[in-house]
């Protein structure tokens, strides 16, 4: 016999998951937040702006393929 309920999302990990999406641009915005200020703070306007943006892209990228890799590695079987 079946269990009439219908399923009910699992949050927990529908908010680990929603939280991914969030990685790549949360990253390249620190990069570019902390460019911004240390280039008005020394003057070397865009050097570290640029160095900081490409700074949080690859770092954006790398967690973002971690948090694919161990969401996968997690994942349920059905």
Known sequence: ???PRPQRPDLPRLAE???IAL???SSI???LFMGYL???WLGTKPWLLLTFTILGIVSGLLSFFRAIKKELK???KS
């Open 1 to 3: 016999m079946s269990d």
């Open 38 to 40: 240390l280039d008005r």
């Open 23 to 25: 990685i790549l641009p």
């Open 17 to 19: 998951l929603s939280s």
């Open 74 to 76: 997690d994942e349920p």
């Open 29 to 31: 915005a620190v990069g």
